[in-house]
């Protein structure tokens, strides 16, 4: 059974800081693309960054140059640093594991953290 175990949500401040850090297997952290998602209220779940097993990152527009995905081997964890943290990025936080094989496609999740900015 995969596991993606989430911490470090919580309120801030706008303007505050928040890092968020994503535990799971070595088997599922050295062959897939890591990630983090979001939802706020509603049905649409937004990429925020994503991470290869090589280092290669890719942000969404809307948190460039604030946030900062990051992996660790000797851990299997996956971090998001989130800087100058504004009200609308207030959502639950999901941890993504991503594996594309030809045709077949894996996804696990975590079970989600909030982050809530606000003053």
């Known amino acids: 059974q995969v596991q993606l175990v989430e911490s470090g949500g919580g309120l801030v401040q706008p303007g505050g800081s928040l890092r968020l850090s994503c535990a799971t297997s070595?088997?599922?952290?050295?062959?897939?693309?890591m990630g983090w998602y979001r939802q706020a209220p509603g049905p649409q779940r937004e990429l925020v960054a994503t991470?290869?097993?090589?280092?290669?990152?890719d942000y969404a527009d809307s948190v460039k140059g604030r946030f900062t995905i990051s992996r660790d081997s000797a851990k299997n964890t996956v971090d998001l640093q989130m800087n100058t943290l504004k009200p609308e990025d207030t959502a639950v936080y999901y941890c993504n594991a991503h594996r594309v094989v030809g045709v077949s496609t894996w996804d696990y999740w975590g079970q989600g953290t909030q982050v809530t900015v606000s003053s």
């Open positions: 991470i290869t097993n090589g280092g290669s990152t």
């Open positions: 070595r088997s599922i952290f050295s062959i897939y693309v």
